[in-house]
């Protein structure tokens, strides 16, 4: 391990950036077009990412320390990795983060870690640096702060009161996986702190209202209907689990416990998140999307026009009567426009045009409905899609 003095701090700095660029867990993060110097920003750490209530705002985005006890596979921070280690002491960090966030260049942090010496020591260093940015400097910046998983209640207790947002990543769906590659991680350990966690936050009318957690997709064999199926119960049993993010795997190690991948599997991140809103916002369950026999997403085709083409039974709905839940269910219409439509129609016969102005996607919807007894759609999808529904699709422009 390379273990040299830094004494810059912007130095430092840089390096407790690097480290944190894989935590997608607080959103993913992008940099902003009209920073001046957008590169040097970005070398900092200083990100922008969106908010749970769906502001844009630049977050200092970096690790306390790189140093980590830890040897997950497929992390650049794991101990057995000789890179340059540094570690920034709690005032350090405060002062930077508040000096950059009175300059306007940051309106929050999201500070994560490697864990030096043990999880507990590792937790009271990150509370102690939010205390001192929150009651020194009077910060009242967004604060994402991550929790070590195995710390003690008290300190996760502390960082939930300082903060506006928690997070703790399982990385991997299954036993099996973690201890293959994060040997030193427990799923059933860290589900347990996500519902401890989630009690905790339901208890303080302060601090932190909601926690995300983050799983990597790609790294291992799981399969969808695991990582979807455990999402599901995780939302299921924790009302202030705001998301579960999936991040495409990145390779940065050489590992033969690690897949072999030319490209990051963004297709497979882009399905998982389309499915999971499915569960959160839809009403499905899993078993509807995926299951043991079919364990995997098709890729080539988004989740709800496949539930939607293989329950063809079911199609087309009128739109004048369907109740929400089965609106809900064509694809092409979303919570918003079943909201609209609902209302809509109360006082008015709906039309192809005003479905449009409702904000209803008409070229994919059009094929599952009929409109006061009227169909719209293309019959040839409906009876034929299991033959070549691919086909009709891309000829249809339903794909996304
Ligand atoms: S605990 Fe694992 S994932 Fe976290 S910093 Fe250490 S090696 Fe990386």
């Not at 589900?191 to 997709?217: C, D, F, R, Y």
């Amino acid at each position: 391990m390379i273990v040299k003095k830094i004494p810059d701090i912007y130095e430092r700095l840089s390096l407790l950036a690097t480290g944190a660029k894989f935590d997608v867990s607080c959103s993913p993060s992008f940099d902003r077009k009209n920073f001046s110097k957008k590169e040097s920003f970005s070398k900092f750490g200083i990100h922008n990412t969106w908010t749970s209530d769906g502001r844009c705002v630049a977050l200092l985005k970096v690790l306390l320390t790189n140093f980590c006890v830890n040897d997950c596979a497929y992390c650049i921070n794991r101990k057995r990795n000789d890179i340059p280690r540094t570690v920034l002491k709690p005032e350090e960090f405060a002062k930077i983060a508040y000096e950059f966030y009175r300059k306007k260049q940051i309106e929050g942090v999201f500070l994560s870690s490697g864990i030096i010496g043990n999880p507990n020591k590792t937790m009271e260093m990150m509370v102690d640096t939010v205390k001192i940015l929150r009651t020194k400097y009077q910060f009242k910046g967004y604060i994402h702060l991550k929790i070590i998983p195995d710390s003690d209640e008290t300190a996760i207790t502390e960082a939930i009161t300082l903060a506006d947002r928690v997070s703790i990543n399982l990385e991997l769906p299954t036993e099996k996986s973690l201890s293959l590659i994060a040997p030193e991680k427990r799923l059933l350990s860290i589900v347990n702190a996500i519902e401890k966690i989630n009690k905790i936050i339901e208890s303080k009318p302060i601090g932190a209202k909601s926690q995300t957690t983050q799983l990597i997709v790609g790294v291992t064999p799981d399969t969808d209907y695991q990582i979807l199926k455990l999402s599901e119960n995780l939302y299921r049993n924790n009302s202030r689990l705001k998301r579960v993010y999936y991040s495409a795997y990145i390779p940065v190690n050489d590992d033969p416990r690690l897949p072999q991948i030319s490209k990051p599997p963004l297709l497979k991140e882009h399905r998982l998140y389309q499915a999971d809103w499915l569960i959160r916002y839809y009403g499905f369950h899993t078993e509807e999307i995926v299951s043991d026999e079919k364990p995997y997403l098709d890729e080539k085709i988004d989740p709800k026009l496949d539930w939607a083409l293989k329950n063809i039974n079911l199609f087309p709905i009128e739109i004048q009567k369907a109740s929400f839940e089965t609106l809900l269910r064509v694809p092409g219409i979303g919570p918003t426009s079943a909201k609209r439509i609902l209302k809509e129609r109360k006082n008015t016969m709906l039309t192809l045009d005003g479905l449009k102005n409702l904000g209803v996607v008409i070229k994919r919807a059009k094929h599952f409905i009929t409109i006061n007894g009227k169909y719209y759609g293309n019959k040839n999808i409906i009876q034929n899609y299991r033959q070549n529904y691919l086909k009709d699709i891309q000829q249809y422009s339903l794909a996304i």
